[in-house]
């Protein structure tokens, strides 16, 4: 059986537009969002002290990306509510827990939220599944593991956003594993 995991933040949610449009900045590719808000509003944050910042009201109310719904559609219609998990890593901030946990309750199936992994180590349940997430470096340490791993263009990323081509690329993932095990073998 193959599991499929959900980035949060970028993936599901608007996370990083979100923190620009709040602090009044532009995005710059491959930078991380501390370090963009540092240059360009001149404040001397690190990483941590400035996604603490961030609290409940915060994280519940980010928008859905236009990847949500579609992405969500076809994970479980392919693998089922049982095998589609959602993973996201906590700020400092302990109202990061329930802000992403009442984002779950409010924007994805009743469900979800007893699907939902908070946490850093996403890696360590990469063995035999397949993460989708905009990190370059979450997909390589998945793919270190033993999963599969399906990054997300976005422009903090460097690559331009492609809801459609994430969408096709799950889908032919799952076509070339069910070819090679298959149609007697469940995912």
């Known amino acids: 059986m193959i599991d499929v995991y959900i980035d949060f933040d970028g993936v599901l949610a608007k996370c990083h537009e979100t923190v620009l449009m709040l602090e009044g900045c532009q995005m710059e590719p491959n930078k991380p969002m501390y370090q963009i808000v540092n240059e360009q509003v001149g404040s001397s944050y690190t990483r941590d002290a400035f996604w603490d910042m961030f609290g409940h009201d915060f994280w519940a109310s980010l928008p859905k990306t236009g990847l949500c719904d579609t992405l969500l559609e076809w994970v479980t219609r392919t693998v089922g509510q049982e095998r589609t998990f959602f993973l996201t890593r906590p700020t400092g901030n302990t109202e990061s827990f ?18 939902l992994f908070i946490g850093t180590r996403k890696d360590k349940l990469a063995p035999n599944s397949i993460l989708i997430d905009d990190s370059p470096s979450n ?49």
Request: no cysteine; hydrophobic share 35%; aromatic share 8%.
């Open 98 to 115: 329930s802000g992403k946990a009442g984002w779950t309750k409010r924007n994805l199936p009743p469900w979800a939220i007893n699907n």
């Open 139 to 187: 997909i390589e340490a998945w793919k270190d593991n033993g999963g599969l791993g399906i990054l997300v263009p976005r422009p903090w990323n460097g690559k331009p956003s492609d809801d459609a081509g994430v969408v096709k690329q799950f889908r032919g993932m799952m076509h070339n594993l069910l070819a090679k095990r298959g149609p007697q073998d469940n995912l």
